[in-house]
Structures are given as structure tokens and as C-alpha cells.
């Protein structure tokens, strides 16, 4: 027997992961009907994975749901807020009934992490798509923003970088990775992790916040030009993974520098703080488990600049990723 659309989303989606006392009404009506706690106020980001496009065709099911939600996550991160809910939009080429149970049980492993209900969403066939749009609390007034950088803000960023993009190049066979390396870069491709207890932590305590996707130079390049400063970057700071230190014998250094200040999908956040805040800063990444760099300064003035220690300037070869200006290629070229 043929199965529907409404089987697929009774089987696969409906009272699934954390099921929340906030949600008057979930799946099944027209729309969801959601509670805001008193005081807070809702913030709401979406984002799109288009097969071929974010992810390599042979990605495995299971790593799409989970990275669906996950950049999400990095983006309520970035705003400092705390996940409640979330909404799917699912195009799929076909009822690959294997491939919706990989798909939903990475969906809702990462969901249960975070405490997230689904909450609604629409299923259609087409060309495989995945659109989540996903909602999250901050006190009112609180959450944060780009627009707040200031002159003499150190700037920082979250673990390592250029690793999603190094993984690509592997996959696309312009890399060898030696030892264990390859899976490493494979997780850090397709199942990183949003640093979203660390967002909320530093609600407050940051000027400005982003979350790197695009590649370090053209989200710091957000967060500077909607602030109106300038920064210098140091690039013996930039932190680089075990992973992408072992690579700098095969590519060069000045390919692996480039990935970390420009390859995508890194979902790390950066931003910007007083000097005053290293400390707590440092104390809070620690205590959240994350490893966190203090990379450069801001500026006055519009330019970003990377510099070496001994004040000579580093061009990075590429910029950040736009779909629109890289338009046709492939995730392969996404670097
Ligand atoms: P409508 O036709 O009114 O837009 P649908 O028939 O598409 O509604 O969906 C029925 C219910 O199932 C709705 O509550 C919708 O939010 C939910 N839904 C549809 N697709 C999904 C999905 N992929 N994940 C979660 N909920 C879904
Ligand atoms: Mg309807």
C-alpha cells in the first residue's frame, strides 16, 4: 500500500523528541499555538539545505536531519537565545522509508539535547530540501546582535577553523588525509556542534555576536559593517585543528590560513567584547567546554585586516561564501 504524506508525518515527525508543557497546540491543526514565557521575548531563525548545494550527494540521512537543526541552533546561539521549538519544511524526491528513519532519528538526537518540540511543518516532492525554522527565548531587550562592536573590543571566536571546508576538499579528492584525520574532519563537516549554552552565557557580556557559516572574514565583516568599525586580526591566532596543522605539509600554509579565514560551515561563534570581559570571558568558554581564541581588535575605520605578528599584512585569497556570486557550483567549491 502506497503511503501518504500524513503517514510519513505520523510515523516519522508527530509526538517525537521532547514534547514540551509551552505548546498549547503542536502537529495536526493548521498552525501551532506557543506560549512566551512573560518577560521574554521570541526569536525566530530559519535556515535552508539544498542537496548538492549544502551538502554532498552521498551525505548519509541520518547526518542531514541532524545538521538541519544544527545550524539553527548556531544561529539562536548567536543571538543568545534559548531553543524551544522548531518547524519543518521537508521536500524529498521520494518515500525512502530507510532514509526518513536515518533522517528523523538525527533530527531528534539533537533535538532531545536541546529540548526542542516539533511543532509543525509542511511536506511536499520535489528536489530533497530541508528548511527549519526554529524559535528561541531571550529576556526582553536581551538578545544580541552584529550592530554592537566597539572600538577596543578584543575580538574572539570558538574553536577551531576551516575544518568543514578542509573536509570538502577531502571529499572532493583535492586532499589526502592522513591517519585518523578523515573522521574527525567528516564530524566536524556534518555534525558540528552549535555552541549554544555558551551563546546564552554570554548574553550580556559581548558587544556584538555572530555565528561563523559563511567563513570567519565575511561574518566578522557583518558584525563590522553593521557596528560601523574596523578590525585587525592576528593570524598566528587563528585556531587551527590537529587536523588542519597535519594538512599544512601537503597544501601550504597559505591554503590552510585561507580556509580557516574563509571556508564555510564552521558554526563556531565570534564576537566582540571589552577588555574588561577577558576573564569571565575565558571563564565561561572553560566552564561551557569550549575552546575559545582571542584573535584581533576592533577598530575605528571600516577595514578588516589580518596581520602577522611582525605587522605585515596577510591577503587572504578567497572570501566568504555567497551563493549568488558562486552561483552553479557545486558544495565541493564552496570554499
Ligand atoms: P496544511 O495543508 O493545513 O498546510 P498539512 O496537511 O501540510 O497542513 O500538515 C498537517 C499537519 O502536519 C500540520 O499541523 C503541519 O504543521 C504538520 N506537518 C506537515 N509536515 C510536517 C513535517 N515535515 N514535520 C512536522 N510537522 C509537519
Ligand atoms: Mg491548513
Known amino acids: 500500500m502506497a503511503i501518504s504524506e500524513f503517514d510519513i508525518i505520523s510515523r516519522f515527525f508527530d509526538g517525537r523528541g521532547p514534547q514540551r508543557a509551552d505548546v498549547t497546540r503542536g502537529i495536526g491543526d493548521d498552525g501551532a499555538v506557543l506560549r512566551v514565557p512573560p518577560g521574554q521575548e521570541l526569536v525566530a531563525v530559519l535556515d535552508t539545505l539544498v ?108 574553536g577551531t577553523l576551516g575544518d568543514a571546508g578542509l573536509a570538502l576538499m577531502a571529499i572532493a579528492g583535492r586532499y589526502r588525509v592522513a591517519g585518523s584525520g578523515g573522521e574527525y574532519l567528516r564530524d566536524r563537516l556534518e555534525r558540528p556542534v552549535p555552541r549554544v549554552a555558551l551563546g546564552m552565557a554570554l548574553r550580556g557580556l559581548v558587544h556584538a555576536m555572530v555565528d561563523v557559516s559563511d567563513g570567519l572574514l565575511a561574518d566578522l565583516g557583518h558584525v563590522l559593517r553593521a557596528s560601523g568599525v574596523g578590525a585587525r586580526i592576528s593570524v598566528e591566532r587563528i585556531p587551527l585543528s590537529g587536523a588542519m596543522q597535519a594538512a599544512r605539509n601537503e597544501l601550504g600554509e597559505r591554503q590552510c590560513l585561507d580556509l580557516a579565514l574563509s571556508a564555510g560551515d564552521d558554526y563556531e561563534l565570534c564576537f566582540t567584547a571589552p577588555p574588561s570581559s577577558r576573564g569571565e570571558i575565558m571563564r565561561l568558554a572553560e566552564a561551557h567546554g569550549c575552546f575559545c581564541s582571542r584573535i584581533g581588535v576592533v577598530e575605528s575605520g571600516g577595514r578588516l585586516e589580518c596581520m602577522w605578528e611582525d605587522g605585515r599584512v596577510y591577503r587572504c585569497g578567497h572570501k566568504g561564501y555567497d551563493h549568488f556570486a558562486d552561483a552553479g557550483r557545486g558544495p565541493d567549491e564552496k570554499q
Not at 526518513?100 to 533535538?111: H, I, P, R, V
Not at 516539533?118 to 552584529?146: E, M
Open 51 to 158: 542537496k548538492g548545494v549544502h551538502f554532498p550527494d552521498n551525505t548519509p540521512a541520518e547526518a542531514i536531519g541532524y545538521k538541519a537543526l544544527a545550524v539553527n541552533l548556531s544561529d539562536l546561539a548567536a543571538m543568545g537565545a534559548e531553543p524551544a521549538w522548531f518547524s519543518l519544511g521537508l521536500t524529498l524526491p521520494g518515500r525512502d522509508m530507510g532514509w526518513l528513519e536515518q533522517f528523523s532519528a538525527g533530527l531528534f538526537g539533537l533535538a532531545g539535547r536541546h529540548g526542542l518540540q516539533l511543532v509543525g511543518g509542511d511536506t511536499t516532492r520535489g528536489p530533497l530540501t530541508v528548511t527549519i525554522q526554529a524559535h528561541g527565548f531571550v529576556p526582553c531587550g536581551g538578545a544580541c546582535s552584529r550592530a554592537g562592536a566597539r572600538e577596543g573590543d578584543d575580538v574572539y571566536v570558538t
